[in-house]
Nanobody
Framework: QVQLVESGGGLVQPGGSLRLSCAAS????????MAWYRQNPGKQRELVAI???????RYGDSVKGRFTISRDNDKDTVYLQMNSLKPEDTAVYYC??????????WGQGTQVTVSS
């Protein structure tokens, strides 16, 4: 079992920045990929960014060049640095971990609101 706890969401003006964190606990050694997804009411959850244990990354098209995902394997924490935020980035952001035994785990979500 893996538990994920997100932090760092909030209200920011367009063009501003936020940094999300997600700390993993439990069977941390079993984690392969860690990722951030986001979701708005009535819409599908979409991939924002994903990073594997070797720190290879992949981003959703809408955030390329603005968001950066990083990972501290010693702390089992993944970060999402979000710059040049736009109103359309407003969503609940979820942390996700995929494990070696094909398990998938989600955090509780953190709200990001981009508004003037």
């Amino acid at each position: 079992q893996v538990q994920l706890v997100e932090s760092g969401g909030g209200l920011v003006q367009p063009g501003g920045s936020l940094r999300l964190s997600c700390a993993a606990s439990g069977s941390r050694s079993s984690i392969l990929d860690m990722a951030w997804y986001r979701q708005n009411p009535g819409k599908q959850r979409e991939l924002v960014a994903i990073i594997n244990r070797f720190t290879t990354t992949r981003y959703g098209d809408s955030v390329k060049g603005r968001f950066t995902i990083s990972r501290d394997n010693d702390k089992d924490t993944v970060y999402l640095q979000m710059n040049s935020l736009k109103p359309e980035d407003t969503a609940v952001y979820y942390c996700n971990a995929a494990t070696i035994d094909s398990g998938t785990y989600w955090g509780q979500g953190t709200q990001v609101t981009v508004s003037s």
